[in-house]
């Protein structure tokens, strides 16, 4: 009979098996063949602890032994992460190559910061997410954590370089860290992937913030993520809402979090979580409703700069202002019909002091509940979809957290962010121990969450039967394998910056040369012999995949079974003149 320490193991082992099929919606067949395993373990430990207790010393012994045994190890990604195969980070390099396109098309500039930050350097940024930071372990007299965004580690740097710097665009790429219950399947995760592009500095008003609006806009117009819409709103006007309601100035960002749920929860829920969680007067409450109920386009805007309450306070005030002339530089961008003006938006960031926006797609909204959905001011917003039945279960900290049923959450927004004014100042001025920031870095910024966008992009890459690399030519050999002559070649193409393969055997057989190729769906084969050799020609076999009823299947791209006769001194020029070659540089492959 196996030991207690080998059947707690195989009990852990299969019970994170049973929650991971459970999940993911496996086959209830082998999902009750796991749950009879792990039953059938239980009983075992049961009858080895029984045993133990009745052995007496001589269990001690065995105990001392099996403690002794080098113990087994769960191989799994810790919670929250995830690996990418090379096809999946093919499809990423892809995204983050767009991107980083468009961020060089704008006049950015890259900016790498460290993973993880002082934790005093975090701290009192995030209002209630600040529960999500994670925090390392004492390292050489330093309190560190992880870095949530790239927003705080840039203000850090641009206050570390003397407000100097005063007018810039930085651009950087990179993982964030967020303790958060994750949803793997919608890019959900506690380590991923954010593009960020900030301009900092004193620019005349709003054109900054056009210039990041027009950016986001044009990356997800050339990434696959279908159609999509810009949420924008002010927190200046959201602030001049909620001192014109009557809500306390130390409620403001509380009440912000809640409101900015209400794409998500029936007023209602919103509403009850403002006064019985918040301690917010009902009447209150329902006056902030009749304003983040609202949402549309520039008409929108017109209505609000009637509203006399609203234009006698001088935050609603300069809020409406700069939102008229946003959409004045925003029609010039040809963006306007992306955005839609959405007084519920308040981003429960604490820096944001501006415009604050984020994109959404279809995809972000829970099944059977449209991402956007239009509302009448005089009614509450279409009810979310009802949760299921959810259950508290323990993590690998022991707290209780609530189990999340994937299939019913969405993506969310694949895009954020927002003016943050105060930001450097307030770095600048606790690094001069002054309460008070003297001085202040303008700043306005994106975040793109790329694992979010992969969750959209990837099963489309899949069904149209997209490549994973990028080698271009695959090296052959006829007869003796001509392993001297075949690396020759090779590195011809590649000083040329043909990206090219070959079959690292001596004398490989032709079709294992072949069907290595196909494996990596190579377009080129080039196929050399002893005559082609001693007469300065190869053979080229030009071939594609294409998806036909759903499967990939090999067909000739050009000439016929033999392939085409091509003089080896001009095989880099005819290579590149080729139908094939230009689609693939088109992106059509």
């Known amino acids: 009979m196996a030991s207690s320490l080998d059947l707690e193991r195989e009990i852990e082992t299969q019970n994170a098996l049973f929650n991971e099929l459970r999940l993911s919606g496996s086959d209830p067949a082998g999902l009750e063949e796991v749950k009879k395993k792990l039953g059938e373990l239980k009983r075992s430990l049961g009858q080895a602890k029984a045993k133990t207790a009745a052995d007496g010393s001589a269990a001690s012994g065995s105990k001392d032994a099996a403690a002794k045994k080098k113990g087994r190890i769960l191989l799994k990604t810790p919670k929250g992460t995830r690996d990418y195969g090379p096809a999946e980070m093919f499809c990423r390099e892809y995204v983050e190559r767009i991107v980083k396109d468009c961020f060089t098309t704008y006049g950015g500039s890259?900016?790498?910061?460290?993973?993880?930050?002082?934790?005093?350097?975090?701290?009192?940024?995030?209002?209630?997410?600040?529960?999500?930071?994670?925090?390392?372990?004492?390292?050489?007299?330093?309190?560190?954590?992880?870095?949530?965004?790239?927003?705080?580690?840039?203000?850090?740097?641009?206050?570390?370089?003397?407000?100097?710097?005063?007018?810039?665009?930085?651009?950087?790429?990179?993982?964030?860290?967020?303790?958060?219950?994750?949803?793997?399947?919608?890019?959900?995760?506690?380590e991923f992937s954010q593009a960020d592009f900030d301009i900092s500095g004193t620019?005349?008003?709003?054109?900054?913030?056009?210039?990041?609006?027009?950016?986001?806009?044009?990356?997800?117009?050339?990434?696959?993520?279908?159609?999509?819409?810009?949420?924008?709103?002010?927190?200046?006007?959201?602030?001049?809402?909620?001192?014109?309601?009557?809500?306390?100035?130390?409620?403001?960002?509380?009440?912000?979090s809640a409101v900015d749920k209400l794409d998500k929860l029936p007023w209602a829920d919103v509403k009850k979580e403002m006064t019985e969680e918040k301690g917010l007067d009902p009447s209150v409450a329902d006056k902030i409703g009749e304003y983040v109920k609202h949402k549309g386009g520039p008409e929108l805007l017109d209505q609000l700069l009637a509203d006399p309450a609203l234009s006698a306070n001088p935050s609603a005030k300069q809020g409406l202002e700069d939102m008229s002339l946003l959409f004045t530089y925003l029609s010039a961008y040809n963006v306007i019909n992306r955005l839609s003006f959405d007084m519920s938006l308040a981003r429960g960031l604490d820096y944001y002091t501006g415009i604050i926006y984020e994109a959404i797609v279809e995809a972000s909204a829970p099944p059977g509940f449209k991402a956007n959905p239009p509302v009448d001011p005089s009614s509450a917003p279409s009810p979310a979809p009802k949760k299921k039945a959810s259950k508290k279960v323990k993590n690998e900290d022991g707290e209780e957290e609530e189990e999340v049923d994937e299939s019913q959450v969405g993506v969310g927004s694949i895009a954020a962010g927002g003016r943050y004014d105060g930001l450097v100042g307030m770095f600048s001025a606790a690094a001069a121990g002054d309460s008070k920031p003297k001085g202040s870095v303008p700043c306005i910024g994106i975040s793109?969450?790329?694992?979010?966008?992969?969750?959209?992009?990837?099963?489309?890459?899949?069904?149209?039967?997209?490549?994973?690399?990028?080698?271009?030519?695959?090296?052959?050999?006829?007869?003796?394998?001509?392993?001297?002559?075949?690396?020759?070649?090779?590195?011809?193409?590649?000083?040329?910056?043909?990206?090219?393969?070959?079959?690292?055997?001596?004398?490989?057989?032709?079709?294992?040369?072949f069907a290595a190729g196909e494996r990596d769906e190579v377009p080129f084969a080039i196929i050399l012999g002893e005559n082609e050799i001693k007469e300065g020609y190869v053979m080229v076999k030009q071939q594609k995949w294409e998806m036909i009823d759903g499967k990939k299947v090999k067909i000739l791209a050009e000439g016929d079974e033999k392939g085409e006769k091509v003089d080896r001194g001009q095989l880099v020029q005819w290579l590149r003149t080729t139908r094939t070659w230009k689609e693939w540089e088109d992106g059509k492959l």
């Open 203 to 256: 620019w005349d008003p709003m054109i900054p913030d056009a210039e990041i609006i027009s950016l986001v806009c044009t990356i997800l117009s050339k990434l696959d993520v279908g159609e999509f819409t810009i949420k924008i709103n002010h927190r200046k006007i959201l602030d001049g809402i909620f001192e014109v309601c009557g809500v306390p100035s130390e409620k403001i960002r509380t009440i912000s």
């Open 448 to 513: 793109i969450g790329l694992d979010r966008i992969f969750a959209i992009i990837w099963p489309k890459w899949v069904e149209k039967g997209k490549r994973s690399k990028e080698t271009m030519v695959y090296v052959m050999a006829a007869g003796d394998g001509l392993i001297v002559e075949r690396m020759k070649l090779v590195k011809e193409l590649r000083d040329e910056g043909i990206k090219v393969d070959f079959l690292a055997k001596k004398k490989p057989k032709l079709p294992v040369q």
């Open 110 to 190: 890259c900016l790498d910061t460290p993973v993880f930050e002082r934790k005093e350097i975090l701290a009192g940024k995030y209002g209630e997410d600040a529960k999500l930071i994670f925090d390392l372990m004492d390292q050489g007299g330093e309190q560190l954590s992880l870095r949530y965004d790239h927003t705080v580690p840039l203000a850090r740097y641009l206050s570390m370089m003397g407000g100097t710097n005063t007018q810039s665009k930085l651009w950087q790429v990179g993982k964030v860290y967020r303790r958060d219950n994750p949803v793997m399947s919608k890019g959900r995760m506690r």
